[in-house]
């Protein structure tokens, strides 16, 4: 076979795109890369709608369909990977029946894997007060936890924290400790042995989770699970080269400082506009 025969038969793939509302989908993204190295990335931060867990339903279901709609428009993407909680668990069937012909991966809390590993039964969510309150999230607690004792914990300031700190920031522990303190349960002997955490942004302080936590605990990120869905998803095509052209971060602002360009720059990826 010549190398133009070659190149032409060679096919041409489709982007993944990775959404979340600021850098926390990186922690996905990461996983994603692994798993599906033949294939270009887009990264979106939608940081002008940071954080989302303040906002009112209505008004971030409503930006996240129109931001998606002008996403897909533009970049074609193969399939979207919503990795934020807040976002999926909210607006997650929004989308599915607003764009019928893109695949869409969502990112929910891990409780079902939680109840099969706990041995204590007491486990412990970490998430935005967004994803808290979502009626989604207590259908997963009644469906797969039922046998467990689920506390669910919102964090008004763990995301902010992150970014902080996957920047470079300094993040204090008394500020840490505080907002994973009420993750802790000790009940009839028993203590929580499994913390959920159900933010894409909070691996980012993982290390210092497991530094400050009163005992040792297995603190669930699900990035990779979202990662291998994604794979599944997506046909695996032996012998396809890395296309050119993506591999690019957009943020929503438009204002990307030095720190988070040299940030994208550590996974990988250039700094486009929206």
Known sequence: MTATTRDMVQPTLKPVLVLDSGIGGLTVLREARVLMPERGFIYVADDAGFPYGGWEESALTERLLALFGRLIETHQPEICIVACNTAFTLAGAALRAKFPDMTFVGTVPAIKPAAERTRSGLVSVLATPGTVKRAYTRDLIQSFASQ????????????????????????????????????????????????VLACTHYPFLANVFRRLAPWPVDWLDPAEAIARQARRKVELIHGAEHPDGFDFAIFTSGQVDFTTRRLMQGFGLKIATS
């Open 148 to 195: 467990c004792h689920v506390r669910l914990v919102g964090s008004e300031n763990l995301a902010r924290m992150s970014e902080a700190w996957i920047r470079g920031e300094p993040v204090s522990d008394e500020a840490v400790l505080a907002e994973i303190s009420p993750c802790f349960i000790e009940a009839d002997g028993k203590r929580t042995d499994i913390v």
